[in-house]
């Protein structure tokens, strides 16, 4: 139910963190995977380990750079994974970005167009551009990496919040308009996971015990157990699923 041989997927932001891993796993789970983002060198070294890890099996990796705020650049991403590949069967929208960290009053209109153009523009043109071969074929999934940011108020999260609460949306959009022609779309809401992009938060202890002190497992997670749900969402095992959120936060949501 799990095995996606045969599957052809993009992951965005996949040279590091959640979505190295899902490339990773995807991989593994016989998928072909476009490891994409904004520098080609981490994108080829990627897929070469990548392909490394998946030597005697059906999946493999390739590397098309894209920087998701820039459209020319998605549509890049997309032709090229067509000429490569030939279809477009699961789009993971991973990458984001967050530059600013305070108060609502304080940030900069630069700053919060940013976050609005990478975190929900984006997403919202690379859901529109996969989504013919979609239609064409009457089967696709589109999986949106949100945050449990998406579902709480932040007094210094405000912006990045409203960009993930967006993602949620967007997935219960695209399931009611493409359910009637196959493709799901579902989003992914980790809590505080251990990548470079959430460093400040886990690398003092202090900041750590108090970050983590409510969630139920009383530890941060690990990119890899936020890799098994995407899997999950890709594969027929989630067949009948769709405009659903999972939250992967160690319980922190519902204590
Ligand atoms: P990460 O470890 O910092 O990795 C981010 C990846 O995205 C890298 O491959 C990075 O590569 C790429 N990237 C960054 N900006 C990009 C851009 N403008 N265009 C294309 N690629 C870009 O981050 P992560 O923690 O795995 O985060 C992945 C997703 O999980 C994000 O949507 C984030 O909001 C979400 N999330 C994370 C946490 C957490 O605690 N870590 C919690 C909730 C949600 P380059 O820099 O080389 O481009």
New binding site residues.
């Given amino acids: 139910m799990f095995d996606l041989t045969g599957k052809t997927a993009i992951v965005?932001?996949?040279?590091?963190?959640?979505?190295?891993?899902i490339a990773e796993q995807f991989a593994i789970a016989g998928a072909q995977v476009v490891v994409?983002?904004?520098?080609n060198d981490?994108?080829e070294e990627?897929a070469q380990s990548i392909n490394e890890m998946v030597m005697d099996k059906p999946g493999e990796a390739t590397a098309i750079?894209?920087?998701?705020?820039?459209k020319e650049?998605l549509s890049n991403l997309v032709e090229e994974t067509h000429k490569r590949f030939g279809k477009i069967d699961v789009l993971v929208?991973?990458?984001?970005?967050?530059p600013f960290f305070g108060s609502s009053a304080e940030i900069p209109d630069s700053a919060f167009e940013k976050i609005m153009d990478?975190?929900i523009k984006?997403n919202h043109w690379l859901c529109q551009m996969v989504i013919p071969d979609m239609l064409a074929k009457k089967a696709g999934s589109i999986i949106?990496?949100?945050?449990?940011?998406g579902f709480k108020g932040s007094p210094v999260l405000g912006a990045?919040s409203i960009s993930?609460a967006a993602?949620l949306a967007i997935v219960r959009n695209l399931a009611v308009e493409y359910g009637p022609h196959n493709i799901r779309a579902n989003a992914?809401?980790?809590?505080?996971?251990?990548?470079?992009?959430?460093?400040a938060?886990?690398s003092n202890p202090e900041i750590l015990e108090k970050a983590t002190r409510g969630y139920p497992l009383r530890r941060?997670?690990e990119?890899i157990e936020?890799a098994g749900a995407a899997v999950f969402l890709a594969s027929e095992a989630a067949s009948f699923i769709t405009g659903q959120t999972i939250v992967i936060?160690g319980g922190g949501l519902i204590a």
């Fill in positions: 965005t932001g996949s040279t590091k963190g959640i979505g190295k891993a994409s983002s904004r520098k981490a994108c990627v750079p894209c920087h998701i705020s820039h650049q929208c991973n990458a984001a970005v967050n990478a975190n984006s949106l990496v949100s945050s449990i940011g990045y993930k993602d992914i809401a980790p809590g505080l996971i251990k990548t470079d992009f959430a460093k938060l886990w941060i997670g990119a936020v936060d």
